[in-house]
Structure formats: C-alpha cells, structure tokens
C-alpha cells in the first residue's frame, strides 16, 4: 500500500504538469480498450513502456473514481482512493494474472475495493446532509459540472447514502465498474445469484429514491 | 428504473475536470519521482548550472581585479609604516 501522505507531491513537476495537462486535454483516453488491447497495454507497461502505462491510467481513472465514489462519503476520499489503487495496480502488474473470467477492469476494482475497505476502516467520515463535502473554488467554475449534472449526482449520492454499505459496494460495482454479477460475485465472496437479488432490491429502493427527488413521483 | 438507466444515471459521480486534474498529477508525480533512474539522481547531484557557474565565474574574476590592487596598496602601507 502506497501511504497517501507520501503522494502530496507539488503539482508543478514537469512530467507531471505536462502529463496532467495531455490527459485532460485529450480527455482521458475516453475510447474504452477491447480487452485484448488492454492485456497488451498491460504486457508493455511491463516491459517498462511508460506510455502504455499511461494509456492503462487513463483507461481506468474515470471508471475507479465513480466505482468508488458510491461506495464512499466524500470527495476527497474517493480521489485519495482512486490514487492510491491505481498507482498499488501499475506498480504491481507484474502481479496481474490473466484470467478468462475476469477482465482487468475487475482485478483494477478489486484492488480499488480493498482500498477503499482499509480506508472505511481507518476513520468513519460524518455523512452530510448530500453526503458530499463541499468542493473547491477551483471546481465549482468547471463548466463540465453544469447543474443538471450536479443535480443528479446530489440525488443519487442521497439515495445511495440510505442503501446498507453491503448493497452500496455491489451497485457502485455494478454501475460504477460495469461489472456483472459473477465478476461481482468473486469481489464481495457471495453467489452470482444473492448479487442479483440485491442488485435487484436495490435497483427499486434507488430507483423510487430518484424518481422522488428529481420531481417524478410525489 | 432500469439497468441502462441507472448506468447513465451513474456517469454522474464521474470525477469534474478539477478532480481529475488533481488525481492525475499527484499519480504521475509519483510515478515520475519513482522511475527517476539512480543515474539520473547521481547526475542531478552534480548538475551544473549553467547560470551558478556564470555568476560564480564573474564575482571571482572581479574579486581578482578589485582586491589584487587593493593588496598591493595595503603591502605598501604595511611596508612604509616603520
């Protein structure tokens, strides 16, 4: 585990300026990979091939940011998560085993839960009444964060903050990481088919939730 | 609400451009600082600048002018003092 305090690094490196302003420039590599692709990414960034490397980040940063974005209370621990899984995953692809029922999107999230679960375990943050922290000056300017946007993720975090933590992990699993309910199933160590019963359960209590809030129903 | 509609619904909590700013260089920060060779950090301990070495060269080469007369004049002092 990469301890988060020794992440704080200036932001004005060079590398990583320069790195930082390519990714969001050309939008994070948005086009998901085949898996093919992404299995020879993985053998390259093996190889030492650090722009392959990048390309596995890119692929994956959006995807782990709002797996466990659902999963936990704040901003600021999904963003500390989210780094710390993807820097413990490509400096441990010499780990990654290819597996014909797992893609690894799902060896990425699994690696993502655990931390996310060690986070949980360290200190229990107070829920807000959105169950979101207050975001800084910087972002509330994003024009990417219009209001419909941030309307819906204000509903959905509310309505997720009501689900059991059990239930939440498995639909941010499921919506979050695309996963189905085998790959759900070999992550949390239940059957496919209790997955389905809680996706299912899960998907009315969410959806009257939402439906509720965003004006749709009384 | 269907299954479609919650995976849009959940493109939501996907991260704004300043968290992804942030997330991006504090990950390739990392990753810079620990793929710096231990060449690279040896040759950075004895990195010359460029503009160090100008400036030490040119406060050296004025000392030399400015003191050298000023010694010679002080010898002299020193020498006519009986």
Redesign the interface.
């Known amino acids: 585990m990469i301890p988060t305090a020794t992440l704080r690094l200036p932001a004005a490196w060079p590398l990583g300026m320069l790195f930082a302003a390519l990714s969001s420039r050309l939008g994070g590599d948005a086009e998901r990979l085949p898996e093919d692709d992404i299995l020879r990414l993985v053998e390259q960034a093996r190889a030492g091939d650090t722009g392959a490397r990048r390309r596995l980040y890119t692929q994956h940063v959006d995807l782990v940011y709002r797996t466990v974005r659902g999963m936990l209370r704040s901003d600021a621990d999904a963003e500390d998560v989210t780094q710390d899984a993807l820097l413990t995953a490509l400096t441990s692809l010499d780990r990654y085993r290819p597996r014909a029922d797992a893609r690894f999107a799902t060896w990425v999230t699994t690696i993502a839960l655990n931390t996310a679960r060690r986070r949980f375990r360290r200190r229990r943050p107070e829920i807000t009444a959105t169950g979101e922290l207050p975001e800084s000056a910087g972002d509330a300017a994003d024009p990417a964060d219009d209001f419909d946007r941030a309307r819906q993720r204000r509903v959905l975090l509310a309505a997720l903050a009501e689900l059991p933590e059990r239930d939440r992990t498995i639909v941010s699993l499921r919506y979050g990481a695309d996963l189905n309910a085998s790959e759900i199933g070999a992550i949390v160590g239940i059957e496919a088919a209790a997955v389905r019963k809680i996706l299912e359960r899960s998907r009315v209590r969410l959806g009257a939730r939402l439906g509720t809030r965003s004006g749709g129903q009384p | ?1 269907t ?1 479609d509609e ?2 849009d ?27 710096t060779s231990i060449a690279a950090e040896w040759l950075e301990l004895v990195r010359v600048s460029p503009f160090g070495s100008l400036t030490l060269a040119t406060v050296g080469a004025t000392a030399i002018v400015t003191v050298t007369p000023l010694a010679w004049f002080a010898g002299m002092l020193v020498g006519a003092v009986p």
């Open positions: 609400m299954d919650l995976l619904s959940w493109t939501s909590l996907d991260p704004t451009n300043g968290q992804r700013r942030r997330v991006d260089a504090r990950v390739s920060a990392w990753l810079d600082a620990h793929d």
